[in-house]
């Protein structure tokens, strides 16, 4: 199976379906493909407006992935439609979804809590440029910054408010 452009990122297989992104530096555009892990047809193509920068995350039917002019994009596993899509400028994380609620980083210093099945934002947390992809255990999200503090954010899932920073530099 050939891709229109440079193959971006890890891809990912999904109930016998394999999710492939690709990227047109010169157009900044980029492509998400859905292609039979069996045969090697191609499913659907899904065009977003900016690069892909992020890995893919596949969840209850939606793939999510955001670009790098700030979409968060939810993309429907079997046909390929866009469900919705979240802007929150230049996202610097791959998507997390844990119980409905999609968690993502953007290089503003923002993490987001955003409905999976809506894509309205649920809550925002102010940090410092997101500097992983978050993790979500016991109704936690750990996420760390990449700022001149580097710390580690302990957040509450459902509310957004801060449970404990550890600073990493020790400022």
Aim: net charge negative; hydrophobic share 35%.
């Amino acid at each position: 199976f050939e891709v229109e452009n440079d193959p971006f990122g890890p891809l990912i297989v999904v109930d016998g379906i394999v999710f492939v992104g690709d990227r047109d530096t010169d157009s900044d555009e980029s492509n998400l493909y859905a292609v039979d892990a069996e045969t090697g047809s191609e499913k659907w193509i899904f065009k977003s407006d900016g690069l892909i920068s992020s890995d893919l995350t596949v969840a209850d039917g939606t793939v999510f992935f955001g670009d790098f002019n700030g979409f968060l994009y939810a993309v429907d596993t079997e046909t390929g439609q866009e469900e919705w899509s979240f802007i929150a400028y230049n996202f610097s994380s791959s998507p997390t979804v844990v119980d409905g609620t999609v968690f993502v980083g953007s290089n503003v210093g923002k993490l987001y809590a955003v409905d999976a099945e809506t894509g309205s934002e649920e809550w925002a947390f102010e940090t410092g440029k997101i500097g992983s992809s978050p993790t979500v255990a016991d109704g936690t999200v750990f996420v760390s910054s990449a700022d001149d503090n580097h710390n580690l954010y302990a957040v509450d899932a459902e509310t957004g408010s801060e449970e404990w920073i550890f600073e990493i530099n020790g400022s």
